[in-house]
């Protein structure tokens, strides 16, 4: 029988730490998560109407349930006499991406002489975007059975440098006029987002268990699903319940949203799982994403 219990057209809507997310996530099925306040979004394997005014969409990887409404965002972004968006690709992906613009707008008949395509960046493991002045983003290798990057976005506050703590505001003032570096830029890790990924890229990430947000992969929860697990690049229960034993102090985000389950569980296998699976103080911290 076809599952039913997922529906992507009605998503979760979390207020975490001050940040407003809208989000949908199951294996196969579909991925996104928008983020409206910050203007942009994390992959786009359906376009709610609401993602439509969000100008910039970073993908994960190219796997259809993450980015099969990339170009529907842009048509309808189009359509309503909006600017061309901007899409960032794992930098292996980019050209596959473009040509499937270019096919969906031959496909479309596009004819519109003054048209312009989105842009399409394609990004490496390190790279940063600065989204805003006091905003940016980070990505980092993540592995999966397709090119795929994580991000992280900072906010990015300029703080006096030591040497300079304690001095008035008439000496700053003068060392501004004469061109002095007296600040330094503090970079605080606010959101991570994950898409599809084996639990290996904790153990060599690390640094995302410092943001305050992060979104994490939990795609197989059964006894008999670590293997396929393995086989598809996903992270089973298991092997998470591993890594909080073998590295205790790495996860210590304020919250953390556990998504992209199999389309074929319900939501109460989910919950139960999950529950009787990972420690307490932990599921104290979790989000399920259904
Ligand atoms: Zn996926
Ligand atoms: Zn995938």
Redesign the pocket.
């Known amino acids: 029988m076809t599952p039913r219990h997922h529906n992507p057209g009605n998503p979760i809507r979390l207020e975490l730490g001050g940040e407003k997310i809208t989000a949908f996530s199951i ?2 099925l579909s ?1 996104y998560a928008l983020l409206p306040e910050l203007n942009c979004a994390f992959d786009m394997g359906d376009c709610l109407l609401e993602a439509v005014p969000i100008d910039r969409v970073f993908v994960t990887h190219p ?1 259809g ?2 980015t099969r409404c990339l170009f529907r965002h842009e048509a309808l972004r189009r359509l309503m006499g909006m600017p061309p968006p901007t899409y960032y690709v794992p930098e292996e992906t980019r050209e596959g991406f473009v040509q499937l613009a270019d096919a969906w707008r031959r496909l479309e008949r596009v004819r519109d002489a003054n048209f312009t395509p989105p842009r399409i960046e394609g990004l490496k493991a390190g790279d940063v975007v600065p989204l805003h002045r006091q905003l940016s983003l980070k990505t980092f290798p993540v592995h999966h059975t397709a090119p795929s990057l994580g991000y992280t976005l900072f906010d990015v506050r300029k703080k006096l440098k030591a040497e300079y703590h304690g001095w008035p505001g008439a000496e700053l003032a003068r060392l501004r006029r004469e061109g002095v570096a007296f600040e330094e830029e503090s970079w605080l890790p606010r959101l991570t987002f994950i ?2 990924s084996t639990i290996q890229t904790l153990y060599d990430q690390p640094h995302v268990g410092e943001s305050r947000v992060l979104f994490l992969e939990v795609t197989f929860l059964l006894d008999d699903e670590r293997e396929l697990a393995q086989r598809r690049g996903h992270t089973h229960v298991d092997g998470l319940v591993k890594f909080l034993r073998d590295c205790p102090d790495v996860l210590r985000n304020e919250h953390i949203v556990l998504k ?1 389950f199999s389309m074929r569980y319900d939501k109460a296998t989910i919950r139960s799982v999950l529950k009787a699976k990972l420690p307490a103080g932990f599921m104290e911290r979790v989000h399920i994403m259904i």
């Open positions: 294996s196969a991925t796997h349930d993450h898409g599809d992209h």
